[in-house]
């Protein structure tokens, strides 16, 4: 057996306009854009990364900005809800930032946790959970105070009408049950960022649509010497996974789960600086070598990123 899956790698979403999907994650949240890339499967819309200084594994936030996405609708089969991490004092900090950005935001406590819930600008469902034992991390330089700043994920919340079967998956990929509170189950794993999976069982809750403000998947960290391994736990829970895919920054197996949320099993390697300086991250488009000679064409095709 490989070992256990230490936490979340990135979330990937769907977004519709470009330009107010990049002010909100790196103005008002205050994550550093750290790769501009285009969809390897679409290479007519961006790939924009989110992150701390570097874009450690477990601090990425990704998205596919189509600027004619329709709205989803979230719902079962999808992971319903990202939740960053924040310091235990910072809640007052965000509250008030949330609130300055005119972004309605709720209170409330989950588990024993302060958790701020919100919306982006598509209506995806987020969170910040305040934990005492928040990693120092490595926070963007920006317009967010690194005492306050986002670290990177806490997890993510799963809607599914039934989970058993995803429950399954996740003791394979060495989650364990840590709480229960009516519909929802927690799980975590042995990393210190990104290492909760929620599980919310709705049976009579919709079927998510993907679209605008919707998670396109959810990938978990692995090392390239184990992702082989990794293929075949999934395929001995019933599930079909993709071959290794090199995604550039990282290789990627995908594998939609028994529940319908697409899980992609990441590298930590080599990261995202493998073609840019650290301090250069996210200035420029960077495209893998074998979409180099397309250039001219994709540059074309992409609308323009900067302020109007």
Request: proline letters at 7%; hydrophobic letters at 35%; aromatic letters at 8%.
């Amino acid at each position: 057996m490989p070992a256990a899956i230490p936490g979340i790698h990135h979330v990937t979403a769907i977004g519709s306009d470009p330009r107010r999907n990049l002010e909100f994650y790196t103005e008002t949240l205050g994550l550093r854009l750290v790769k501009r890339s285009v969809n390897q499967d679409d290479v007519s819309v961006y790939h924009l990364f989110y992150g701390d200084h570097g874009g450690s594994p477990g601090t990425s936030m990704t998205f596919f900005p189509y600027p004619d996405a329709r709205q989803g609708q979230v719902g079962t089969g999808q992971a319903s809800a990202v939740t960053f991490l924040i310091p235990e004092d910072a809640v007052e900090f965000w509250t008030d930032r949330l609130a300055d950005a005119g972004v309605d935001a709720e209170e409330h406590e989950r588990f024993g946790d302060t958790v701020i819930s919100f919306e982006d600008p598509d209506g995806l469902p987020l969170e910040l959970v305040a934990r005492s034992d928040a990693p120092a991390g490595d926070p963007p330089e920006g317009s967010v105070p690194d005492e306050h700043a986002i670290r990177g994920f806490f997890g993510v919340t799963l809607s599914l009408a039934t989970a058993g079967p995803t429950e399954e998956v996740l003791r394979a990929m060495g989650y364990s049950q840590t709480d229960e509170d009516g519909s929802r189950r927690r799980y975590e794993s042995s990393g210190d960022l990104g290492y909760v999976v929620d599980i919310l069982e709705e049976p009579q809750a919709p079927r998510g649509q993907p679209g605008a403000g919707t998670v396109h998947h959810v990938a978990f960290q692995t090392t390239a010497d184990e992702q082989s391994e990794w293929r075949d736990v999934l395929s001995g829970q019933g599930l079909r996974p993709t071959e290794i895919i090199d995604r550039k920054w990282f290789e990627s197996v995908y594998v939609r789960e028994h529940g319908g949320v697409l899980f992609e099993f990441a590298t930590e390697e080599p990261g995202y600086t493998v073609d840019e300086d650290l301090e250069e991250l996210g200035e420029r488009l960077v495209l893998p070598e074998w979409l180099e000679d397309r250039r001219g064409e994709i540059e074309a095709g992409l609308p323009d990123l900067s302020a109007e």
